[in-house]
């Protein structure tokens, strides 16, 4: 990877990051009412909304606003909690070790199953086997997260009670129980992922297959499994790379949905908490730090593109 490629992707990600926070500030603006009577209630006085504007500076300008809160998040710190008046980055930050562990889980056992699934079926294209694992994957495409998660709480929870239905253990007090809690988010999440990673394999690696080099190889003799292992799999892997990193953004912002169903205490289910309590700083806060991971994930597969893709590093 060029030096050259390396900036010009970090110098694209700065001015992203700016819209990202710009975007997050005017969003939570856009909520028609005043914030600090949305915040208090209808029962706050004159005097308590008074006071709660001066302390989030809901007094001034929109710009200066915006000014005193970013140059506040830079230095990182994104508020106080109106709920539990906790500070709302080390809030996120342990909210988000829940959600990390379930996503990152989720995420690299897709790809491990979807890469190598999708190679085999365009290796025997148009074959039972192909249809077989396009129309699985098809399936897995049309399932909303939130029904697939609650007919595996029912059937594996309630049913066989093989895992907890409600509640959460940290991996610190009881690294066995944790690991139940998790288990069902964690293969719910993998099932659906794996449909679309299989489908994006599936079609790179029929790409990889009709290229000359490909061919080449196969007139010097190798074995088709050697073929597969060692030209189609790592080259069909460099666009599949680009969807996992917007399948990881993606899941990491929308985990929502899956922390309520199964009742998680992650960075989803504090954003959902914040929004009910109307807790502006904590709702805020999730927003950019989601949006902010996004960004940063996407960073980072376009740093290790050009690791699996050498055109790319040649730019």
Same mark, same amino acid.
């Given at each position: 990877?060029?030096?050259? =490629?390396?900036?010009? %992707?970090?110098?694209?990600?700065?001015?992203?990051?700016?819209?990202?926070?710009?975007?997050?500030?005017?969003?939570?603006?856009?909520? $028609?009412?005043? /914030?600090?009577?949305?915040?208090?209630?209808?029962?706050?006085?004159?005097?308590?909304?008074?006071?709660? %504007?001066?302390?989030?500076?809901?007094?001034?300008?929109?710009?200066?606003?915006?000014?005193?809160?970013?140059?506040?998040?830079?230095?990182?710190?994104?508020?106080?909690?109106?709920?539990?008046?906790?500070?709302?980055?080390?809030?996120?930050?342990? %909210?988000?070790?829940?959600?990390?562990? #379930?996503?990152?889980?989720?995420?690299?056992?897709?790809?491990?199953?979807?890469?190598?699934?999708?190679? #085999?079926?365009?290796?025997?294209?148009?074959?039972?086997? &192909?249809?077989?694992?396009?129309?699985?994957?098809?399936?897995?495409?049309?399932?909303?997260?939130?029904?697939?998660?609650?007919?595996?709480?029912?059937?594996?929870?309630?049913?066989?009670?093989?895992?907890?239905?409600?509640? =959460?253990?940290?991996?610190?007090? &009881?690294?066995?129980?944790?690991?139940?809690?998790?288990?069902? /988010?964690?293969?719910?999440?993998?099932? #659906?992922?794996?449909?679309?990673?299989?489908?994006?394999?599936?079609?790179?690696?029929?790409?990889?297959?009709?290229?000359?080099?490909?061919?080449?190889?196969?007139?010097?003799?190798?074995?088709?499994?050697?073929?597969?292992?060692?030209?189609?799999?790592?080259?069909?892997?460099? $666009?599949?790379?680009?969807?996992?990193?917007?399948?990881?953004?993606?899941?990491?912002?929308?985990?929502?949905?899956?922390?309520?169903?199964?009742?998680?205490?992650?960075?989803?289910?504090?954003?959902?908490?914040? #929004?009910?309590? %109307?807790?502006?700083?904590?709702?805020?806060?999730?927003?950019?730090?989601?949006?902010?991971?996004?960004?940063?994930?996407?960073?980072?597969?376009?740093?290790?593109?050009?690791?699996?893709? $050498?055109?790319?590093?040649?730019?």
């Amino acid at each position: 990877m060029s030096a050259t =490629y390396a900036l010009k %992707r970090l110098a694209w990600a700065l001015p992203t990051l700016l819209l990202v926070a710009v975007a997050v500030f005017a969003l939570l603006r856009m909520v $028609p009412g005043d /914030p600090a009577q949305l915040m208090l209630g209808d029962a706050a006085d004159a005097v308590q909304l008074d006071a709660l %504007r001066e302390t989030m500076g809901l007094n001034q300008s929109l710009p200066v606003q915006f000014a005193r809160w970013l140059q506040a998040a830079l230095r990182g710190d994104l508020g106080r909690s109106l709920a539990n008046d906790q500070a709302v980055l080390p809030l996120i930050l342990e %909210r988000f070790r829940v959600t990390a562990s #379930i996503v990152l889980a989720a995420v690299a056992l897709a790809g491990l199953i979807a890469v190598p699934l999708g190679t #085999i079926a365009a290796w025997k294209q148009n074959s039972a086997l &192909d249809l077989a694992v396009v129309g699985g994957a098809t399936l897995l495409l049309s399932i909303p997260s939130f029904w697939l998660g609650l007919l595996m709480l029912l059937f594996f929870g309630l049913k066989l009670g093989w895992v907890p239905v409600v509640g =959460y253990v940290g991996f610190g007090e &009881d690294p066995w129980q944790a690991l139940l809690y998790v288990a069902l /988010p964690i293969v719910t999440l993998t099932l #659906i992922e794996t449909g679309v990673l299989t489908r994006m394999a599936r079609s790179a690696a029929i790409d990889v297959l009709r290229l000359e080099y490909v061919a080449h190889a196969r007139s010097k003799g190798l074995r088709e499994s050697t073929v597969l292992r060692r030209h189609v799999l790592p080259n069909a892997f460099a $666009p599949t790379l680009t969807l996992l990193g917007i399948v990881l953004g993606n899941l990491l912002g929308g985990i929502a949905v899956i922390e309520t169903v199964f009742t998680l205490p992650g960075l989803g289910r504090l954003l959902v908490d914040g #929004i009910t309590a %109307r807790d502006y700083p904590v709702v805020q806060g999730c927003m950019l730090f989601v949006a902010t991971i996004y960004v940063l994930v996407n960073l980072l597969v376009d740093l290790l593109y050009p690791l699996f893709d $050498p055109r790319v590093a040649a730019e």
